[in-house]
């Protein structure tokens, strides 16, 4: 699990903007992602992340994200 610091400076070097909407939210609305799933040893070292608002999280976990991007 990500620490609220890493989470607040990750959510600050985006300016609060999740990076698959491009909307603006508060840090509570935001969610970090990492782009290599754990099962696959990714980790939550920043180059590893992205900044995501709670829904474009669920999409990224959801099958109907996997059948829109192909």
């Not at 840090?27 to 829904?55: A, P, S």
């Amino acid at each position: 699990m990500i620490s609220q610091k890493d989470k607040k400076l990750l959510c600050q070097l985006a300016k609060f903007t999740c990076e698959q909407c491009k909307e603006i939210f508060e840090l509570k609305d935001l969610e970090i992602h990492r782009i290599r799933r754990q099962w696959e040893g990714g980790t939550y070292q920043w180059r590893n992340c992205m900044v995501l608002c709670k829904f474009c999280h669920k999409l990224f976990h959801s099958k109907e994200y996997n059948f829109i991007s192909g």
